[in-house]
């Protein structure tokens, strides 16, 4: 099933980003594109057009060519969110950096890509004008004196004639994949996310997800610029003080993973401003436990990839719940294939592929290229099943299934199970190798926070609900109570990580 997304305002469906930019700044410079959460700063569209072209001459002036990088290295989020743009929108590579990792993660990246490159930090932007290139300038030149240039070349090398953003897969099994996401396909996402959440210019969106991750670049900036709408950024997840945050700036959606709507859930009672339309909810699967949990609130399920710009397909807003599913493709295709490669019939289990205007053709140095075929079509390395109404189901990660014996485990299925006891905050099933099963289900779960819970009462009382909901090949071996787990920024859980540990263990 393909869902062909509307862009709600057609005088700027065929703009690029720049002209977008400057199309909003005509419009209605005064209106905030975005607010900072934690003070009174904001950053208009007429402030924003002025910061992209200040950061593009100063490119210029530098000399980085069409197709340069530049490593947007800045925790400030309303200062990250015009570097960004300004990279991308006048042609450059934009790179996003992760502030909370060591001070070589810049160098990593730079190695990672090749090339020409150059950091842009907290350094060289100016606090007060969010944004702008900081203050301490060279005179005679213009430009800030603490941007910091890499191996800048003498030339651009092989300009792609756009902008575009390049990110980085964990390399949880390897060498990180590049993924060069282009400025058509990111606003081609975002304009689909507009259109199936039905954003307009009056929508306050919410989010304290990372900004280097592809998530809140797309459904968060790009999105709300093409529906000249307000974000309010905040740096990271905080519980206290949230209800009333939502209500003082009059947040219209909030954009949430899984792990922050778990602690929402499970720590006090759901207390959403009434005019909040929905919530959305990404990067991870959702357990029913905590969908349960979010009652008549809408909600909005999402799965996508790095390499879909963030999003494949969405729960619409007016369909009825639909537990274990996330959505419809959303202007994208999505196939379940067999092991022998072969299409497989609606409602059947097996990998997911997917194709579209919103995912790449192949990674940066042409690096598991088996994962693509000749038709365009992605695997996702996961699996699922697609219904005869388009509707997507996910089972899990191809290397999550636990193998028992012959038998296949799905972890969701187990933590599901887990989650039903109103003390478990999170659970996680990963197999064990075993000599003589292969690999055997063991468990961790994570108690609910602010609250004195015994480990052995826990888990006996845990292995008792298992064996009375699970078969028995499916029941974990071990249950193991943790007070957290490895996560990446977002707040996901590194299943490959805690398979480490079990194996270990």
Known sequence: MQHDPETPDPATASLGLRALIR???AADADRVWLEDARSDRVLSYGALDAAVDAWSSTFDVIGIGDSGAVLVDVGDPLAFAVVYLAAVSSGRRAVPVDTGQPTSEPGRLAELLGGGSIVVSDRDVDATVPGTPSARVDPATGLPTDVRDGDLPASAPDAPGEGSVVLFTSGSTGTPKGVELPETQLLFVARAVVRHNGLTRDDRGFNSLPLFHVNAEVVGLLATLVAGATLVLDRRFRR???????????????????????????TGPLDFPPNLRFVRSASAPLPDPVRQALGDTPLVVSWGMTEGASQITATPLDA????????????SEVQ?????????PAGEVGALWVRGPGIVHGYLSGRAAERFDDDGWLATGDVGSVAEDGWVSLAGRSDDV???????????????????????????????????????????VIPQPDEAVDADTLVADLTARAAERLTRFRRPVEI?????????????IQRARVRGMAATS
């Open 402 to 444: 636990i193998n028992r014996g012959g038998e296949k485990v799905w972890p969701s299925e187990v933590e599901d199970v887990l989650l039903g006891d109103a003390r478990v905050l999170e659970a996680v099933v990963v197999g064990r190798p075993d000599d003589v099963l292969g690999s055997v289900p063991v468990a961790y």
């Open 240 to 266: 206290t003080g949230f209800w009333e945050l939502l209500a003082e700036r009059r947040i219209t959606w909030l954009n949430a993973v899984p792990a922050i709507l778990a602690v929402l859930a499970k």
């Open 336 to 344: 379940v294939r067999g092991e022998d490669g072969a299409v497989l």
């Open 320 to 331: 009825p719940a639909r537990p274990g599913t996330v959505g419809v493709p959303v202007g």
């Open 480 to 492: 193991v109570v943790v007070p957290d787990l490895p996560r990446a920024p977002t707040g996901k």
């Open 23 to 25: 199309h909003r700044a």
